[in-house]
């Protein structure tokens, strides 16, 4: 298969088999993810690999104890990481200036960069993973539990091990929908009758929102999964965190 039906065909695995990866090819993948692109070449990034059964339990609740997580052989946390590159620079008597929401940004960025090409690469190899978005919902409790010093903050976890079965694809809107040429063009009502129109004619996505309650898809999305208040209280709860952990407020 080549590198574009390979990624047109990827699917997310939620459910793993017992069979072990070891500790040589996670490690291998992350030298190899590695050479993402980054911002200055300044590697902004840290990753904790998570295997032991104790700390897996402790984690477990950060991520909503999600089998997705607890089924997991591995877990790898990717951390913004500005905390090496400062100390490079005090022992090499430059003064940083990085205590800012600029350079958070900068090294979630280079974070991601990291962890998608890591992605890619297990997928390559036969391995399954699952973004679990629940990190930076519970950022301060996993910086306690995996000793995150100042300036080190979780961005995203990824669970890897072999697929247990085949993973069904997930729907994705018509590229046509998000593809821009030269400049941007708003959306009009037809527009999005047209983007989003099928996700509410799916069989499971009915059930879904018969399951809720619910009119529509979209409300089930702004109602319950990812509604106003929850999402005010997450974003207080982590960037009152980045700036105490990362601006060392």
């Given at each position: 298969m080549d590198l574009l039906a390979f990624l047109e065909n990827r699917a997310t695995v939620r459910q793993y088999s017992d069979k072990e990866?070891?500790?040589?090819?996670?490690?291998?993948?992350?030298?190899?993810?590695?050479?993402?692109?980054?911002?200055?070449?300044?590697?902004?990034?840290?990753?904790?690999?998570?295997?032991?059964?104790?700390?897996?339990?402790?984690?477990?609740?950060?991520?909503?104890?999600?089998?997705?997580?607890t089924n997991a052989p591995?877990?790898?946390?990717?951390?913004?990481?500005?905390?090496?590159?400062?100390?490079?620079?005090?022992?090499?008597?430059?003064?940083?200036?990085?205590?800012?929401?600029?350079?958070?940004?900068?090294?979630?960025?280079d974070t991601l960069l990291l962890a998608q090409t890591f992605a890619i690469a297990a997928e390559n190899e036969g391995l399954g993973i699952c973004y679990l978005g629940t990190t930076t919902y519970t950022a301060e409790s996993i910086s306690k539990i995996l000793n995150l010093p100042k300036r080190?903050?979780?961005?995203?976890?990824?669970?890897?091990?072999?697929?247990?079965?085949?993973p069904a694809k997930t729907d994705r809107i018509a590229s046509t929908s998000w593809i821009h040429e030269e400049e941007y063009k708003d959306y009009s009502a037809e527009d999005i009758?047209?983007?989003?129109?099928?996700?509410?004619?799916?069989?499971?996505?009915?059930?879904?929102?018969a399951e809720n309650n619910k009119k529509s898809l979209a409300q089930v999305f702004t109602d319950i999964r990812y509604t106003k208040k929850d999402n005010e209280a997450m974003s207080k709860s982590f960037f009152d965190f980045v700036r105490k952990q990362f601006m060392c407020e």
């Open positions: 990866v070891s500790k040589e090819l996670i490690n291998r993948l992350l030298e190899v993810a590695g050479h993402a692109s980054t911002t200055g070449n300044m590697q902004l990034y840290s990753v904790v690999v998570t295997r032991d059964a104790e700390k897996k339990k402790a984690l477990a609740p950060t991520h909503f104890n999600q089998p997705t997580f591995v877990a790898i946390t990717f951390c913004a990481d500005f905390n090496r590159f400062v100390k490079w620079c005090e022992e090499s008597g430059a003064e940083p200036g990085y205590d800012n929401e600029f350079s958070f940004f900068t090294a979630a960025i080190v903050v979780p961005i995203t976890t990824i669970t890897v091990g072999y697929p247990k079965s085949e009758k047209k983007i989003f129109g099928y996700k509410d004619e799916m069989e499971s996505n009915k059930k879904f929102i």
